[in-house]
């Protein structure tokens, strides 16, 4: 089989970006233009403006991904694009512009799965490492700003299928770290800003029950499809939004509001704040509230899913989206698999977050199986993996 070339374009949320993979296994170039500056006035994205950013970004975003890869639009085999879930508007741009090169180049277009493409950026990267022996069942959890799904990922020639076996009732973990961010005045997004933080305060000061989930979600698998009577598999779902309630009270009956909104002020007023910025205006209290908050994220993640990795007996475990950024989520998860002898797998930090490298992996296999897109495909804000 000859080498392929497949341009990856990415723009379902706020970071528009381009990547040319060849064949799945090696990386060639890798553009990702971030809108944080622009959201970062209002604590959290702005879909309209994330639209006219993407707008603004892809064409440029393209041709420094082809240039970085010595590549030409006539030399790509293929085109792949961010099908779902995102946002509409921003899913749009990317694809009207795949469809267009597509269509003028006469290259086939592929739609991909947003979360699909979070689990193809560590095959791509083992491959690229040179693992290629991947030991079956692999359990992916995937952990972002939008989503914390547990999928059961199966091969079968080029075709990949994803069993959800758990997913969040409420808030994404990515998004409890950025609202909890918004909420004590450390601005957007969230994630990195208390990975750095957490390190500065004393995780065991605030203690948060961990959520209890007692019944089974009716909506099951979170694609819109009844559970079958008889299928009484176990699950393991995740729930967020008490955490966020319990740090509303707390910063409450702590009076802690005059604090935040001068710390909110003041990281205004710094272009791109630095760690020092953020400690000094941080009083040790908040450092042990944000320390608390992640240790909390942290463990409710790693025991849910390891719970779910024994359930199923799975022989491999990823880590994947832009929270498996975090360090101490990265640490907790390789200690506390090679406990149980379990390989566990991440990213790399820049294909944790969102990024087109891993549309363009995860397209190769539907390029090798022919499974192309028709040119009046559209997006699918609420895509669902299966
Ligand atoms: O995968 P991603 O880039 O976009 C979505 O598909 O949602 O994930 C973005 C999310 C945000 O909620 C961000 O706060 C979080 O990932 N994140 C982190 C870190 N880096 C990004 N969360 C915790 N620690 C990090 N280092
Ligand atoms: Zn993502």
């Given at each position: 089989m000859p080498d392929a070339y497949i341009l990856g374009i990415e723009s379902s949320c706020d970071e528009t970006a381009a990547a040319i993979v060849r064949s799945g296994e090696k990386l060639i170039s890798n553009v990702v233009a971030s809108q944080i500056a622009t959201h970062q006035p209002y604590g959290g994205v702005v879909p309209e403006l994330a639209s006219r950013e993407h707008l603004r970004a892809i064409v440029p975003a393209v041709r420094q991904a082809l240039a970085e890869a010595q590549q030409t639009y006539e030399s790509l085999d293929a085109i792949a694009v961010t099908r779902?879930?995102?946002l509409a508007g921003a899913l749009l741009v990317g694809i009207s512009y795949a469809k267009a090169l597509a269509f003028a180049l006469d290259k086939p277009l592929i739609a991909v799965n947003h979360l699909e493409g979070h689990i193809h950026a560590v095959l791509l990267e083992e491959r690229q490492k040179g693992n290629h022996s991947l030991q079956f069942p692999v359990l992916a959890l995937v952990v972002s700003g939008g989503h914390t799904h547990l999928y059961l990922a199966a091969q079968q020639g080029n075709s990949w299928t994803y069993d959800n076996i758990g997913h969040t009732r409420d808030d994404a973990a990515g998004e409890a770290f950025d609202k909890i961010a918004k909420l004590l005045g450390l601005g957007y997004p969230g994630g990195p800003v208390i990975d750095r933080l957490a390190p500065h305060g004393d995780p065991k000061a605030v203690k948060f029950p961990s959520a209890q989930i007692k019944h089974r979600d009716?909506?099951?698998?979170?694609?819109?499809r009844a559970v079958a009577?008889?299928?009484?598999r176990p699950r393991f779902d995740f729930s967020y939004s008490g955490i966020k309630t319990a740090i509303l009270r707390y910063v409450e009956t702590h009076g802690l509001r005059g604090s935040i909104d001068a710390r909110r002020k003041a990281l205004l007023s710094i272009p791109k704040p630095k760690l020092e910025d953020y400690l000094g205006n941080c009083d040790q209290f908040t450092l042990d509230l944000v320390a608390s908050f992640q240790r909390a994220i942290v463990d409710d993640l790693v025991t849910r899913t390891l719970n779910a990795a024994r359930a199923y007996n799975v022989a491999t475990l990823f880590v994947t989206g832009g929270v498996a950024a975090n360090k101490e989520l990265r640490d907790t998860f390789e200690r506390e698999g090679a406990k149980e002898g379990l390989p566990v797998y991440f990213p790399s930090r820049p294909l944790?977050?969102?990024?087109?490298a891993m549309i363009a992996a995860a397209a190769y296999p539907k390029f090798l199986a022919k499974d192309f897109a028709a040119m009046d495909f559209s997006a699918e804000p609420g895509l669902v993996l299966t």
């Open positions: 779902g879930p995102g009716r909506r099951g698998r979170n694609d819109g009577p008889d299928d009484d944790s977050t969102d990024n087109a």
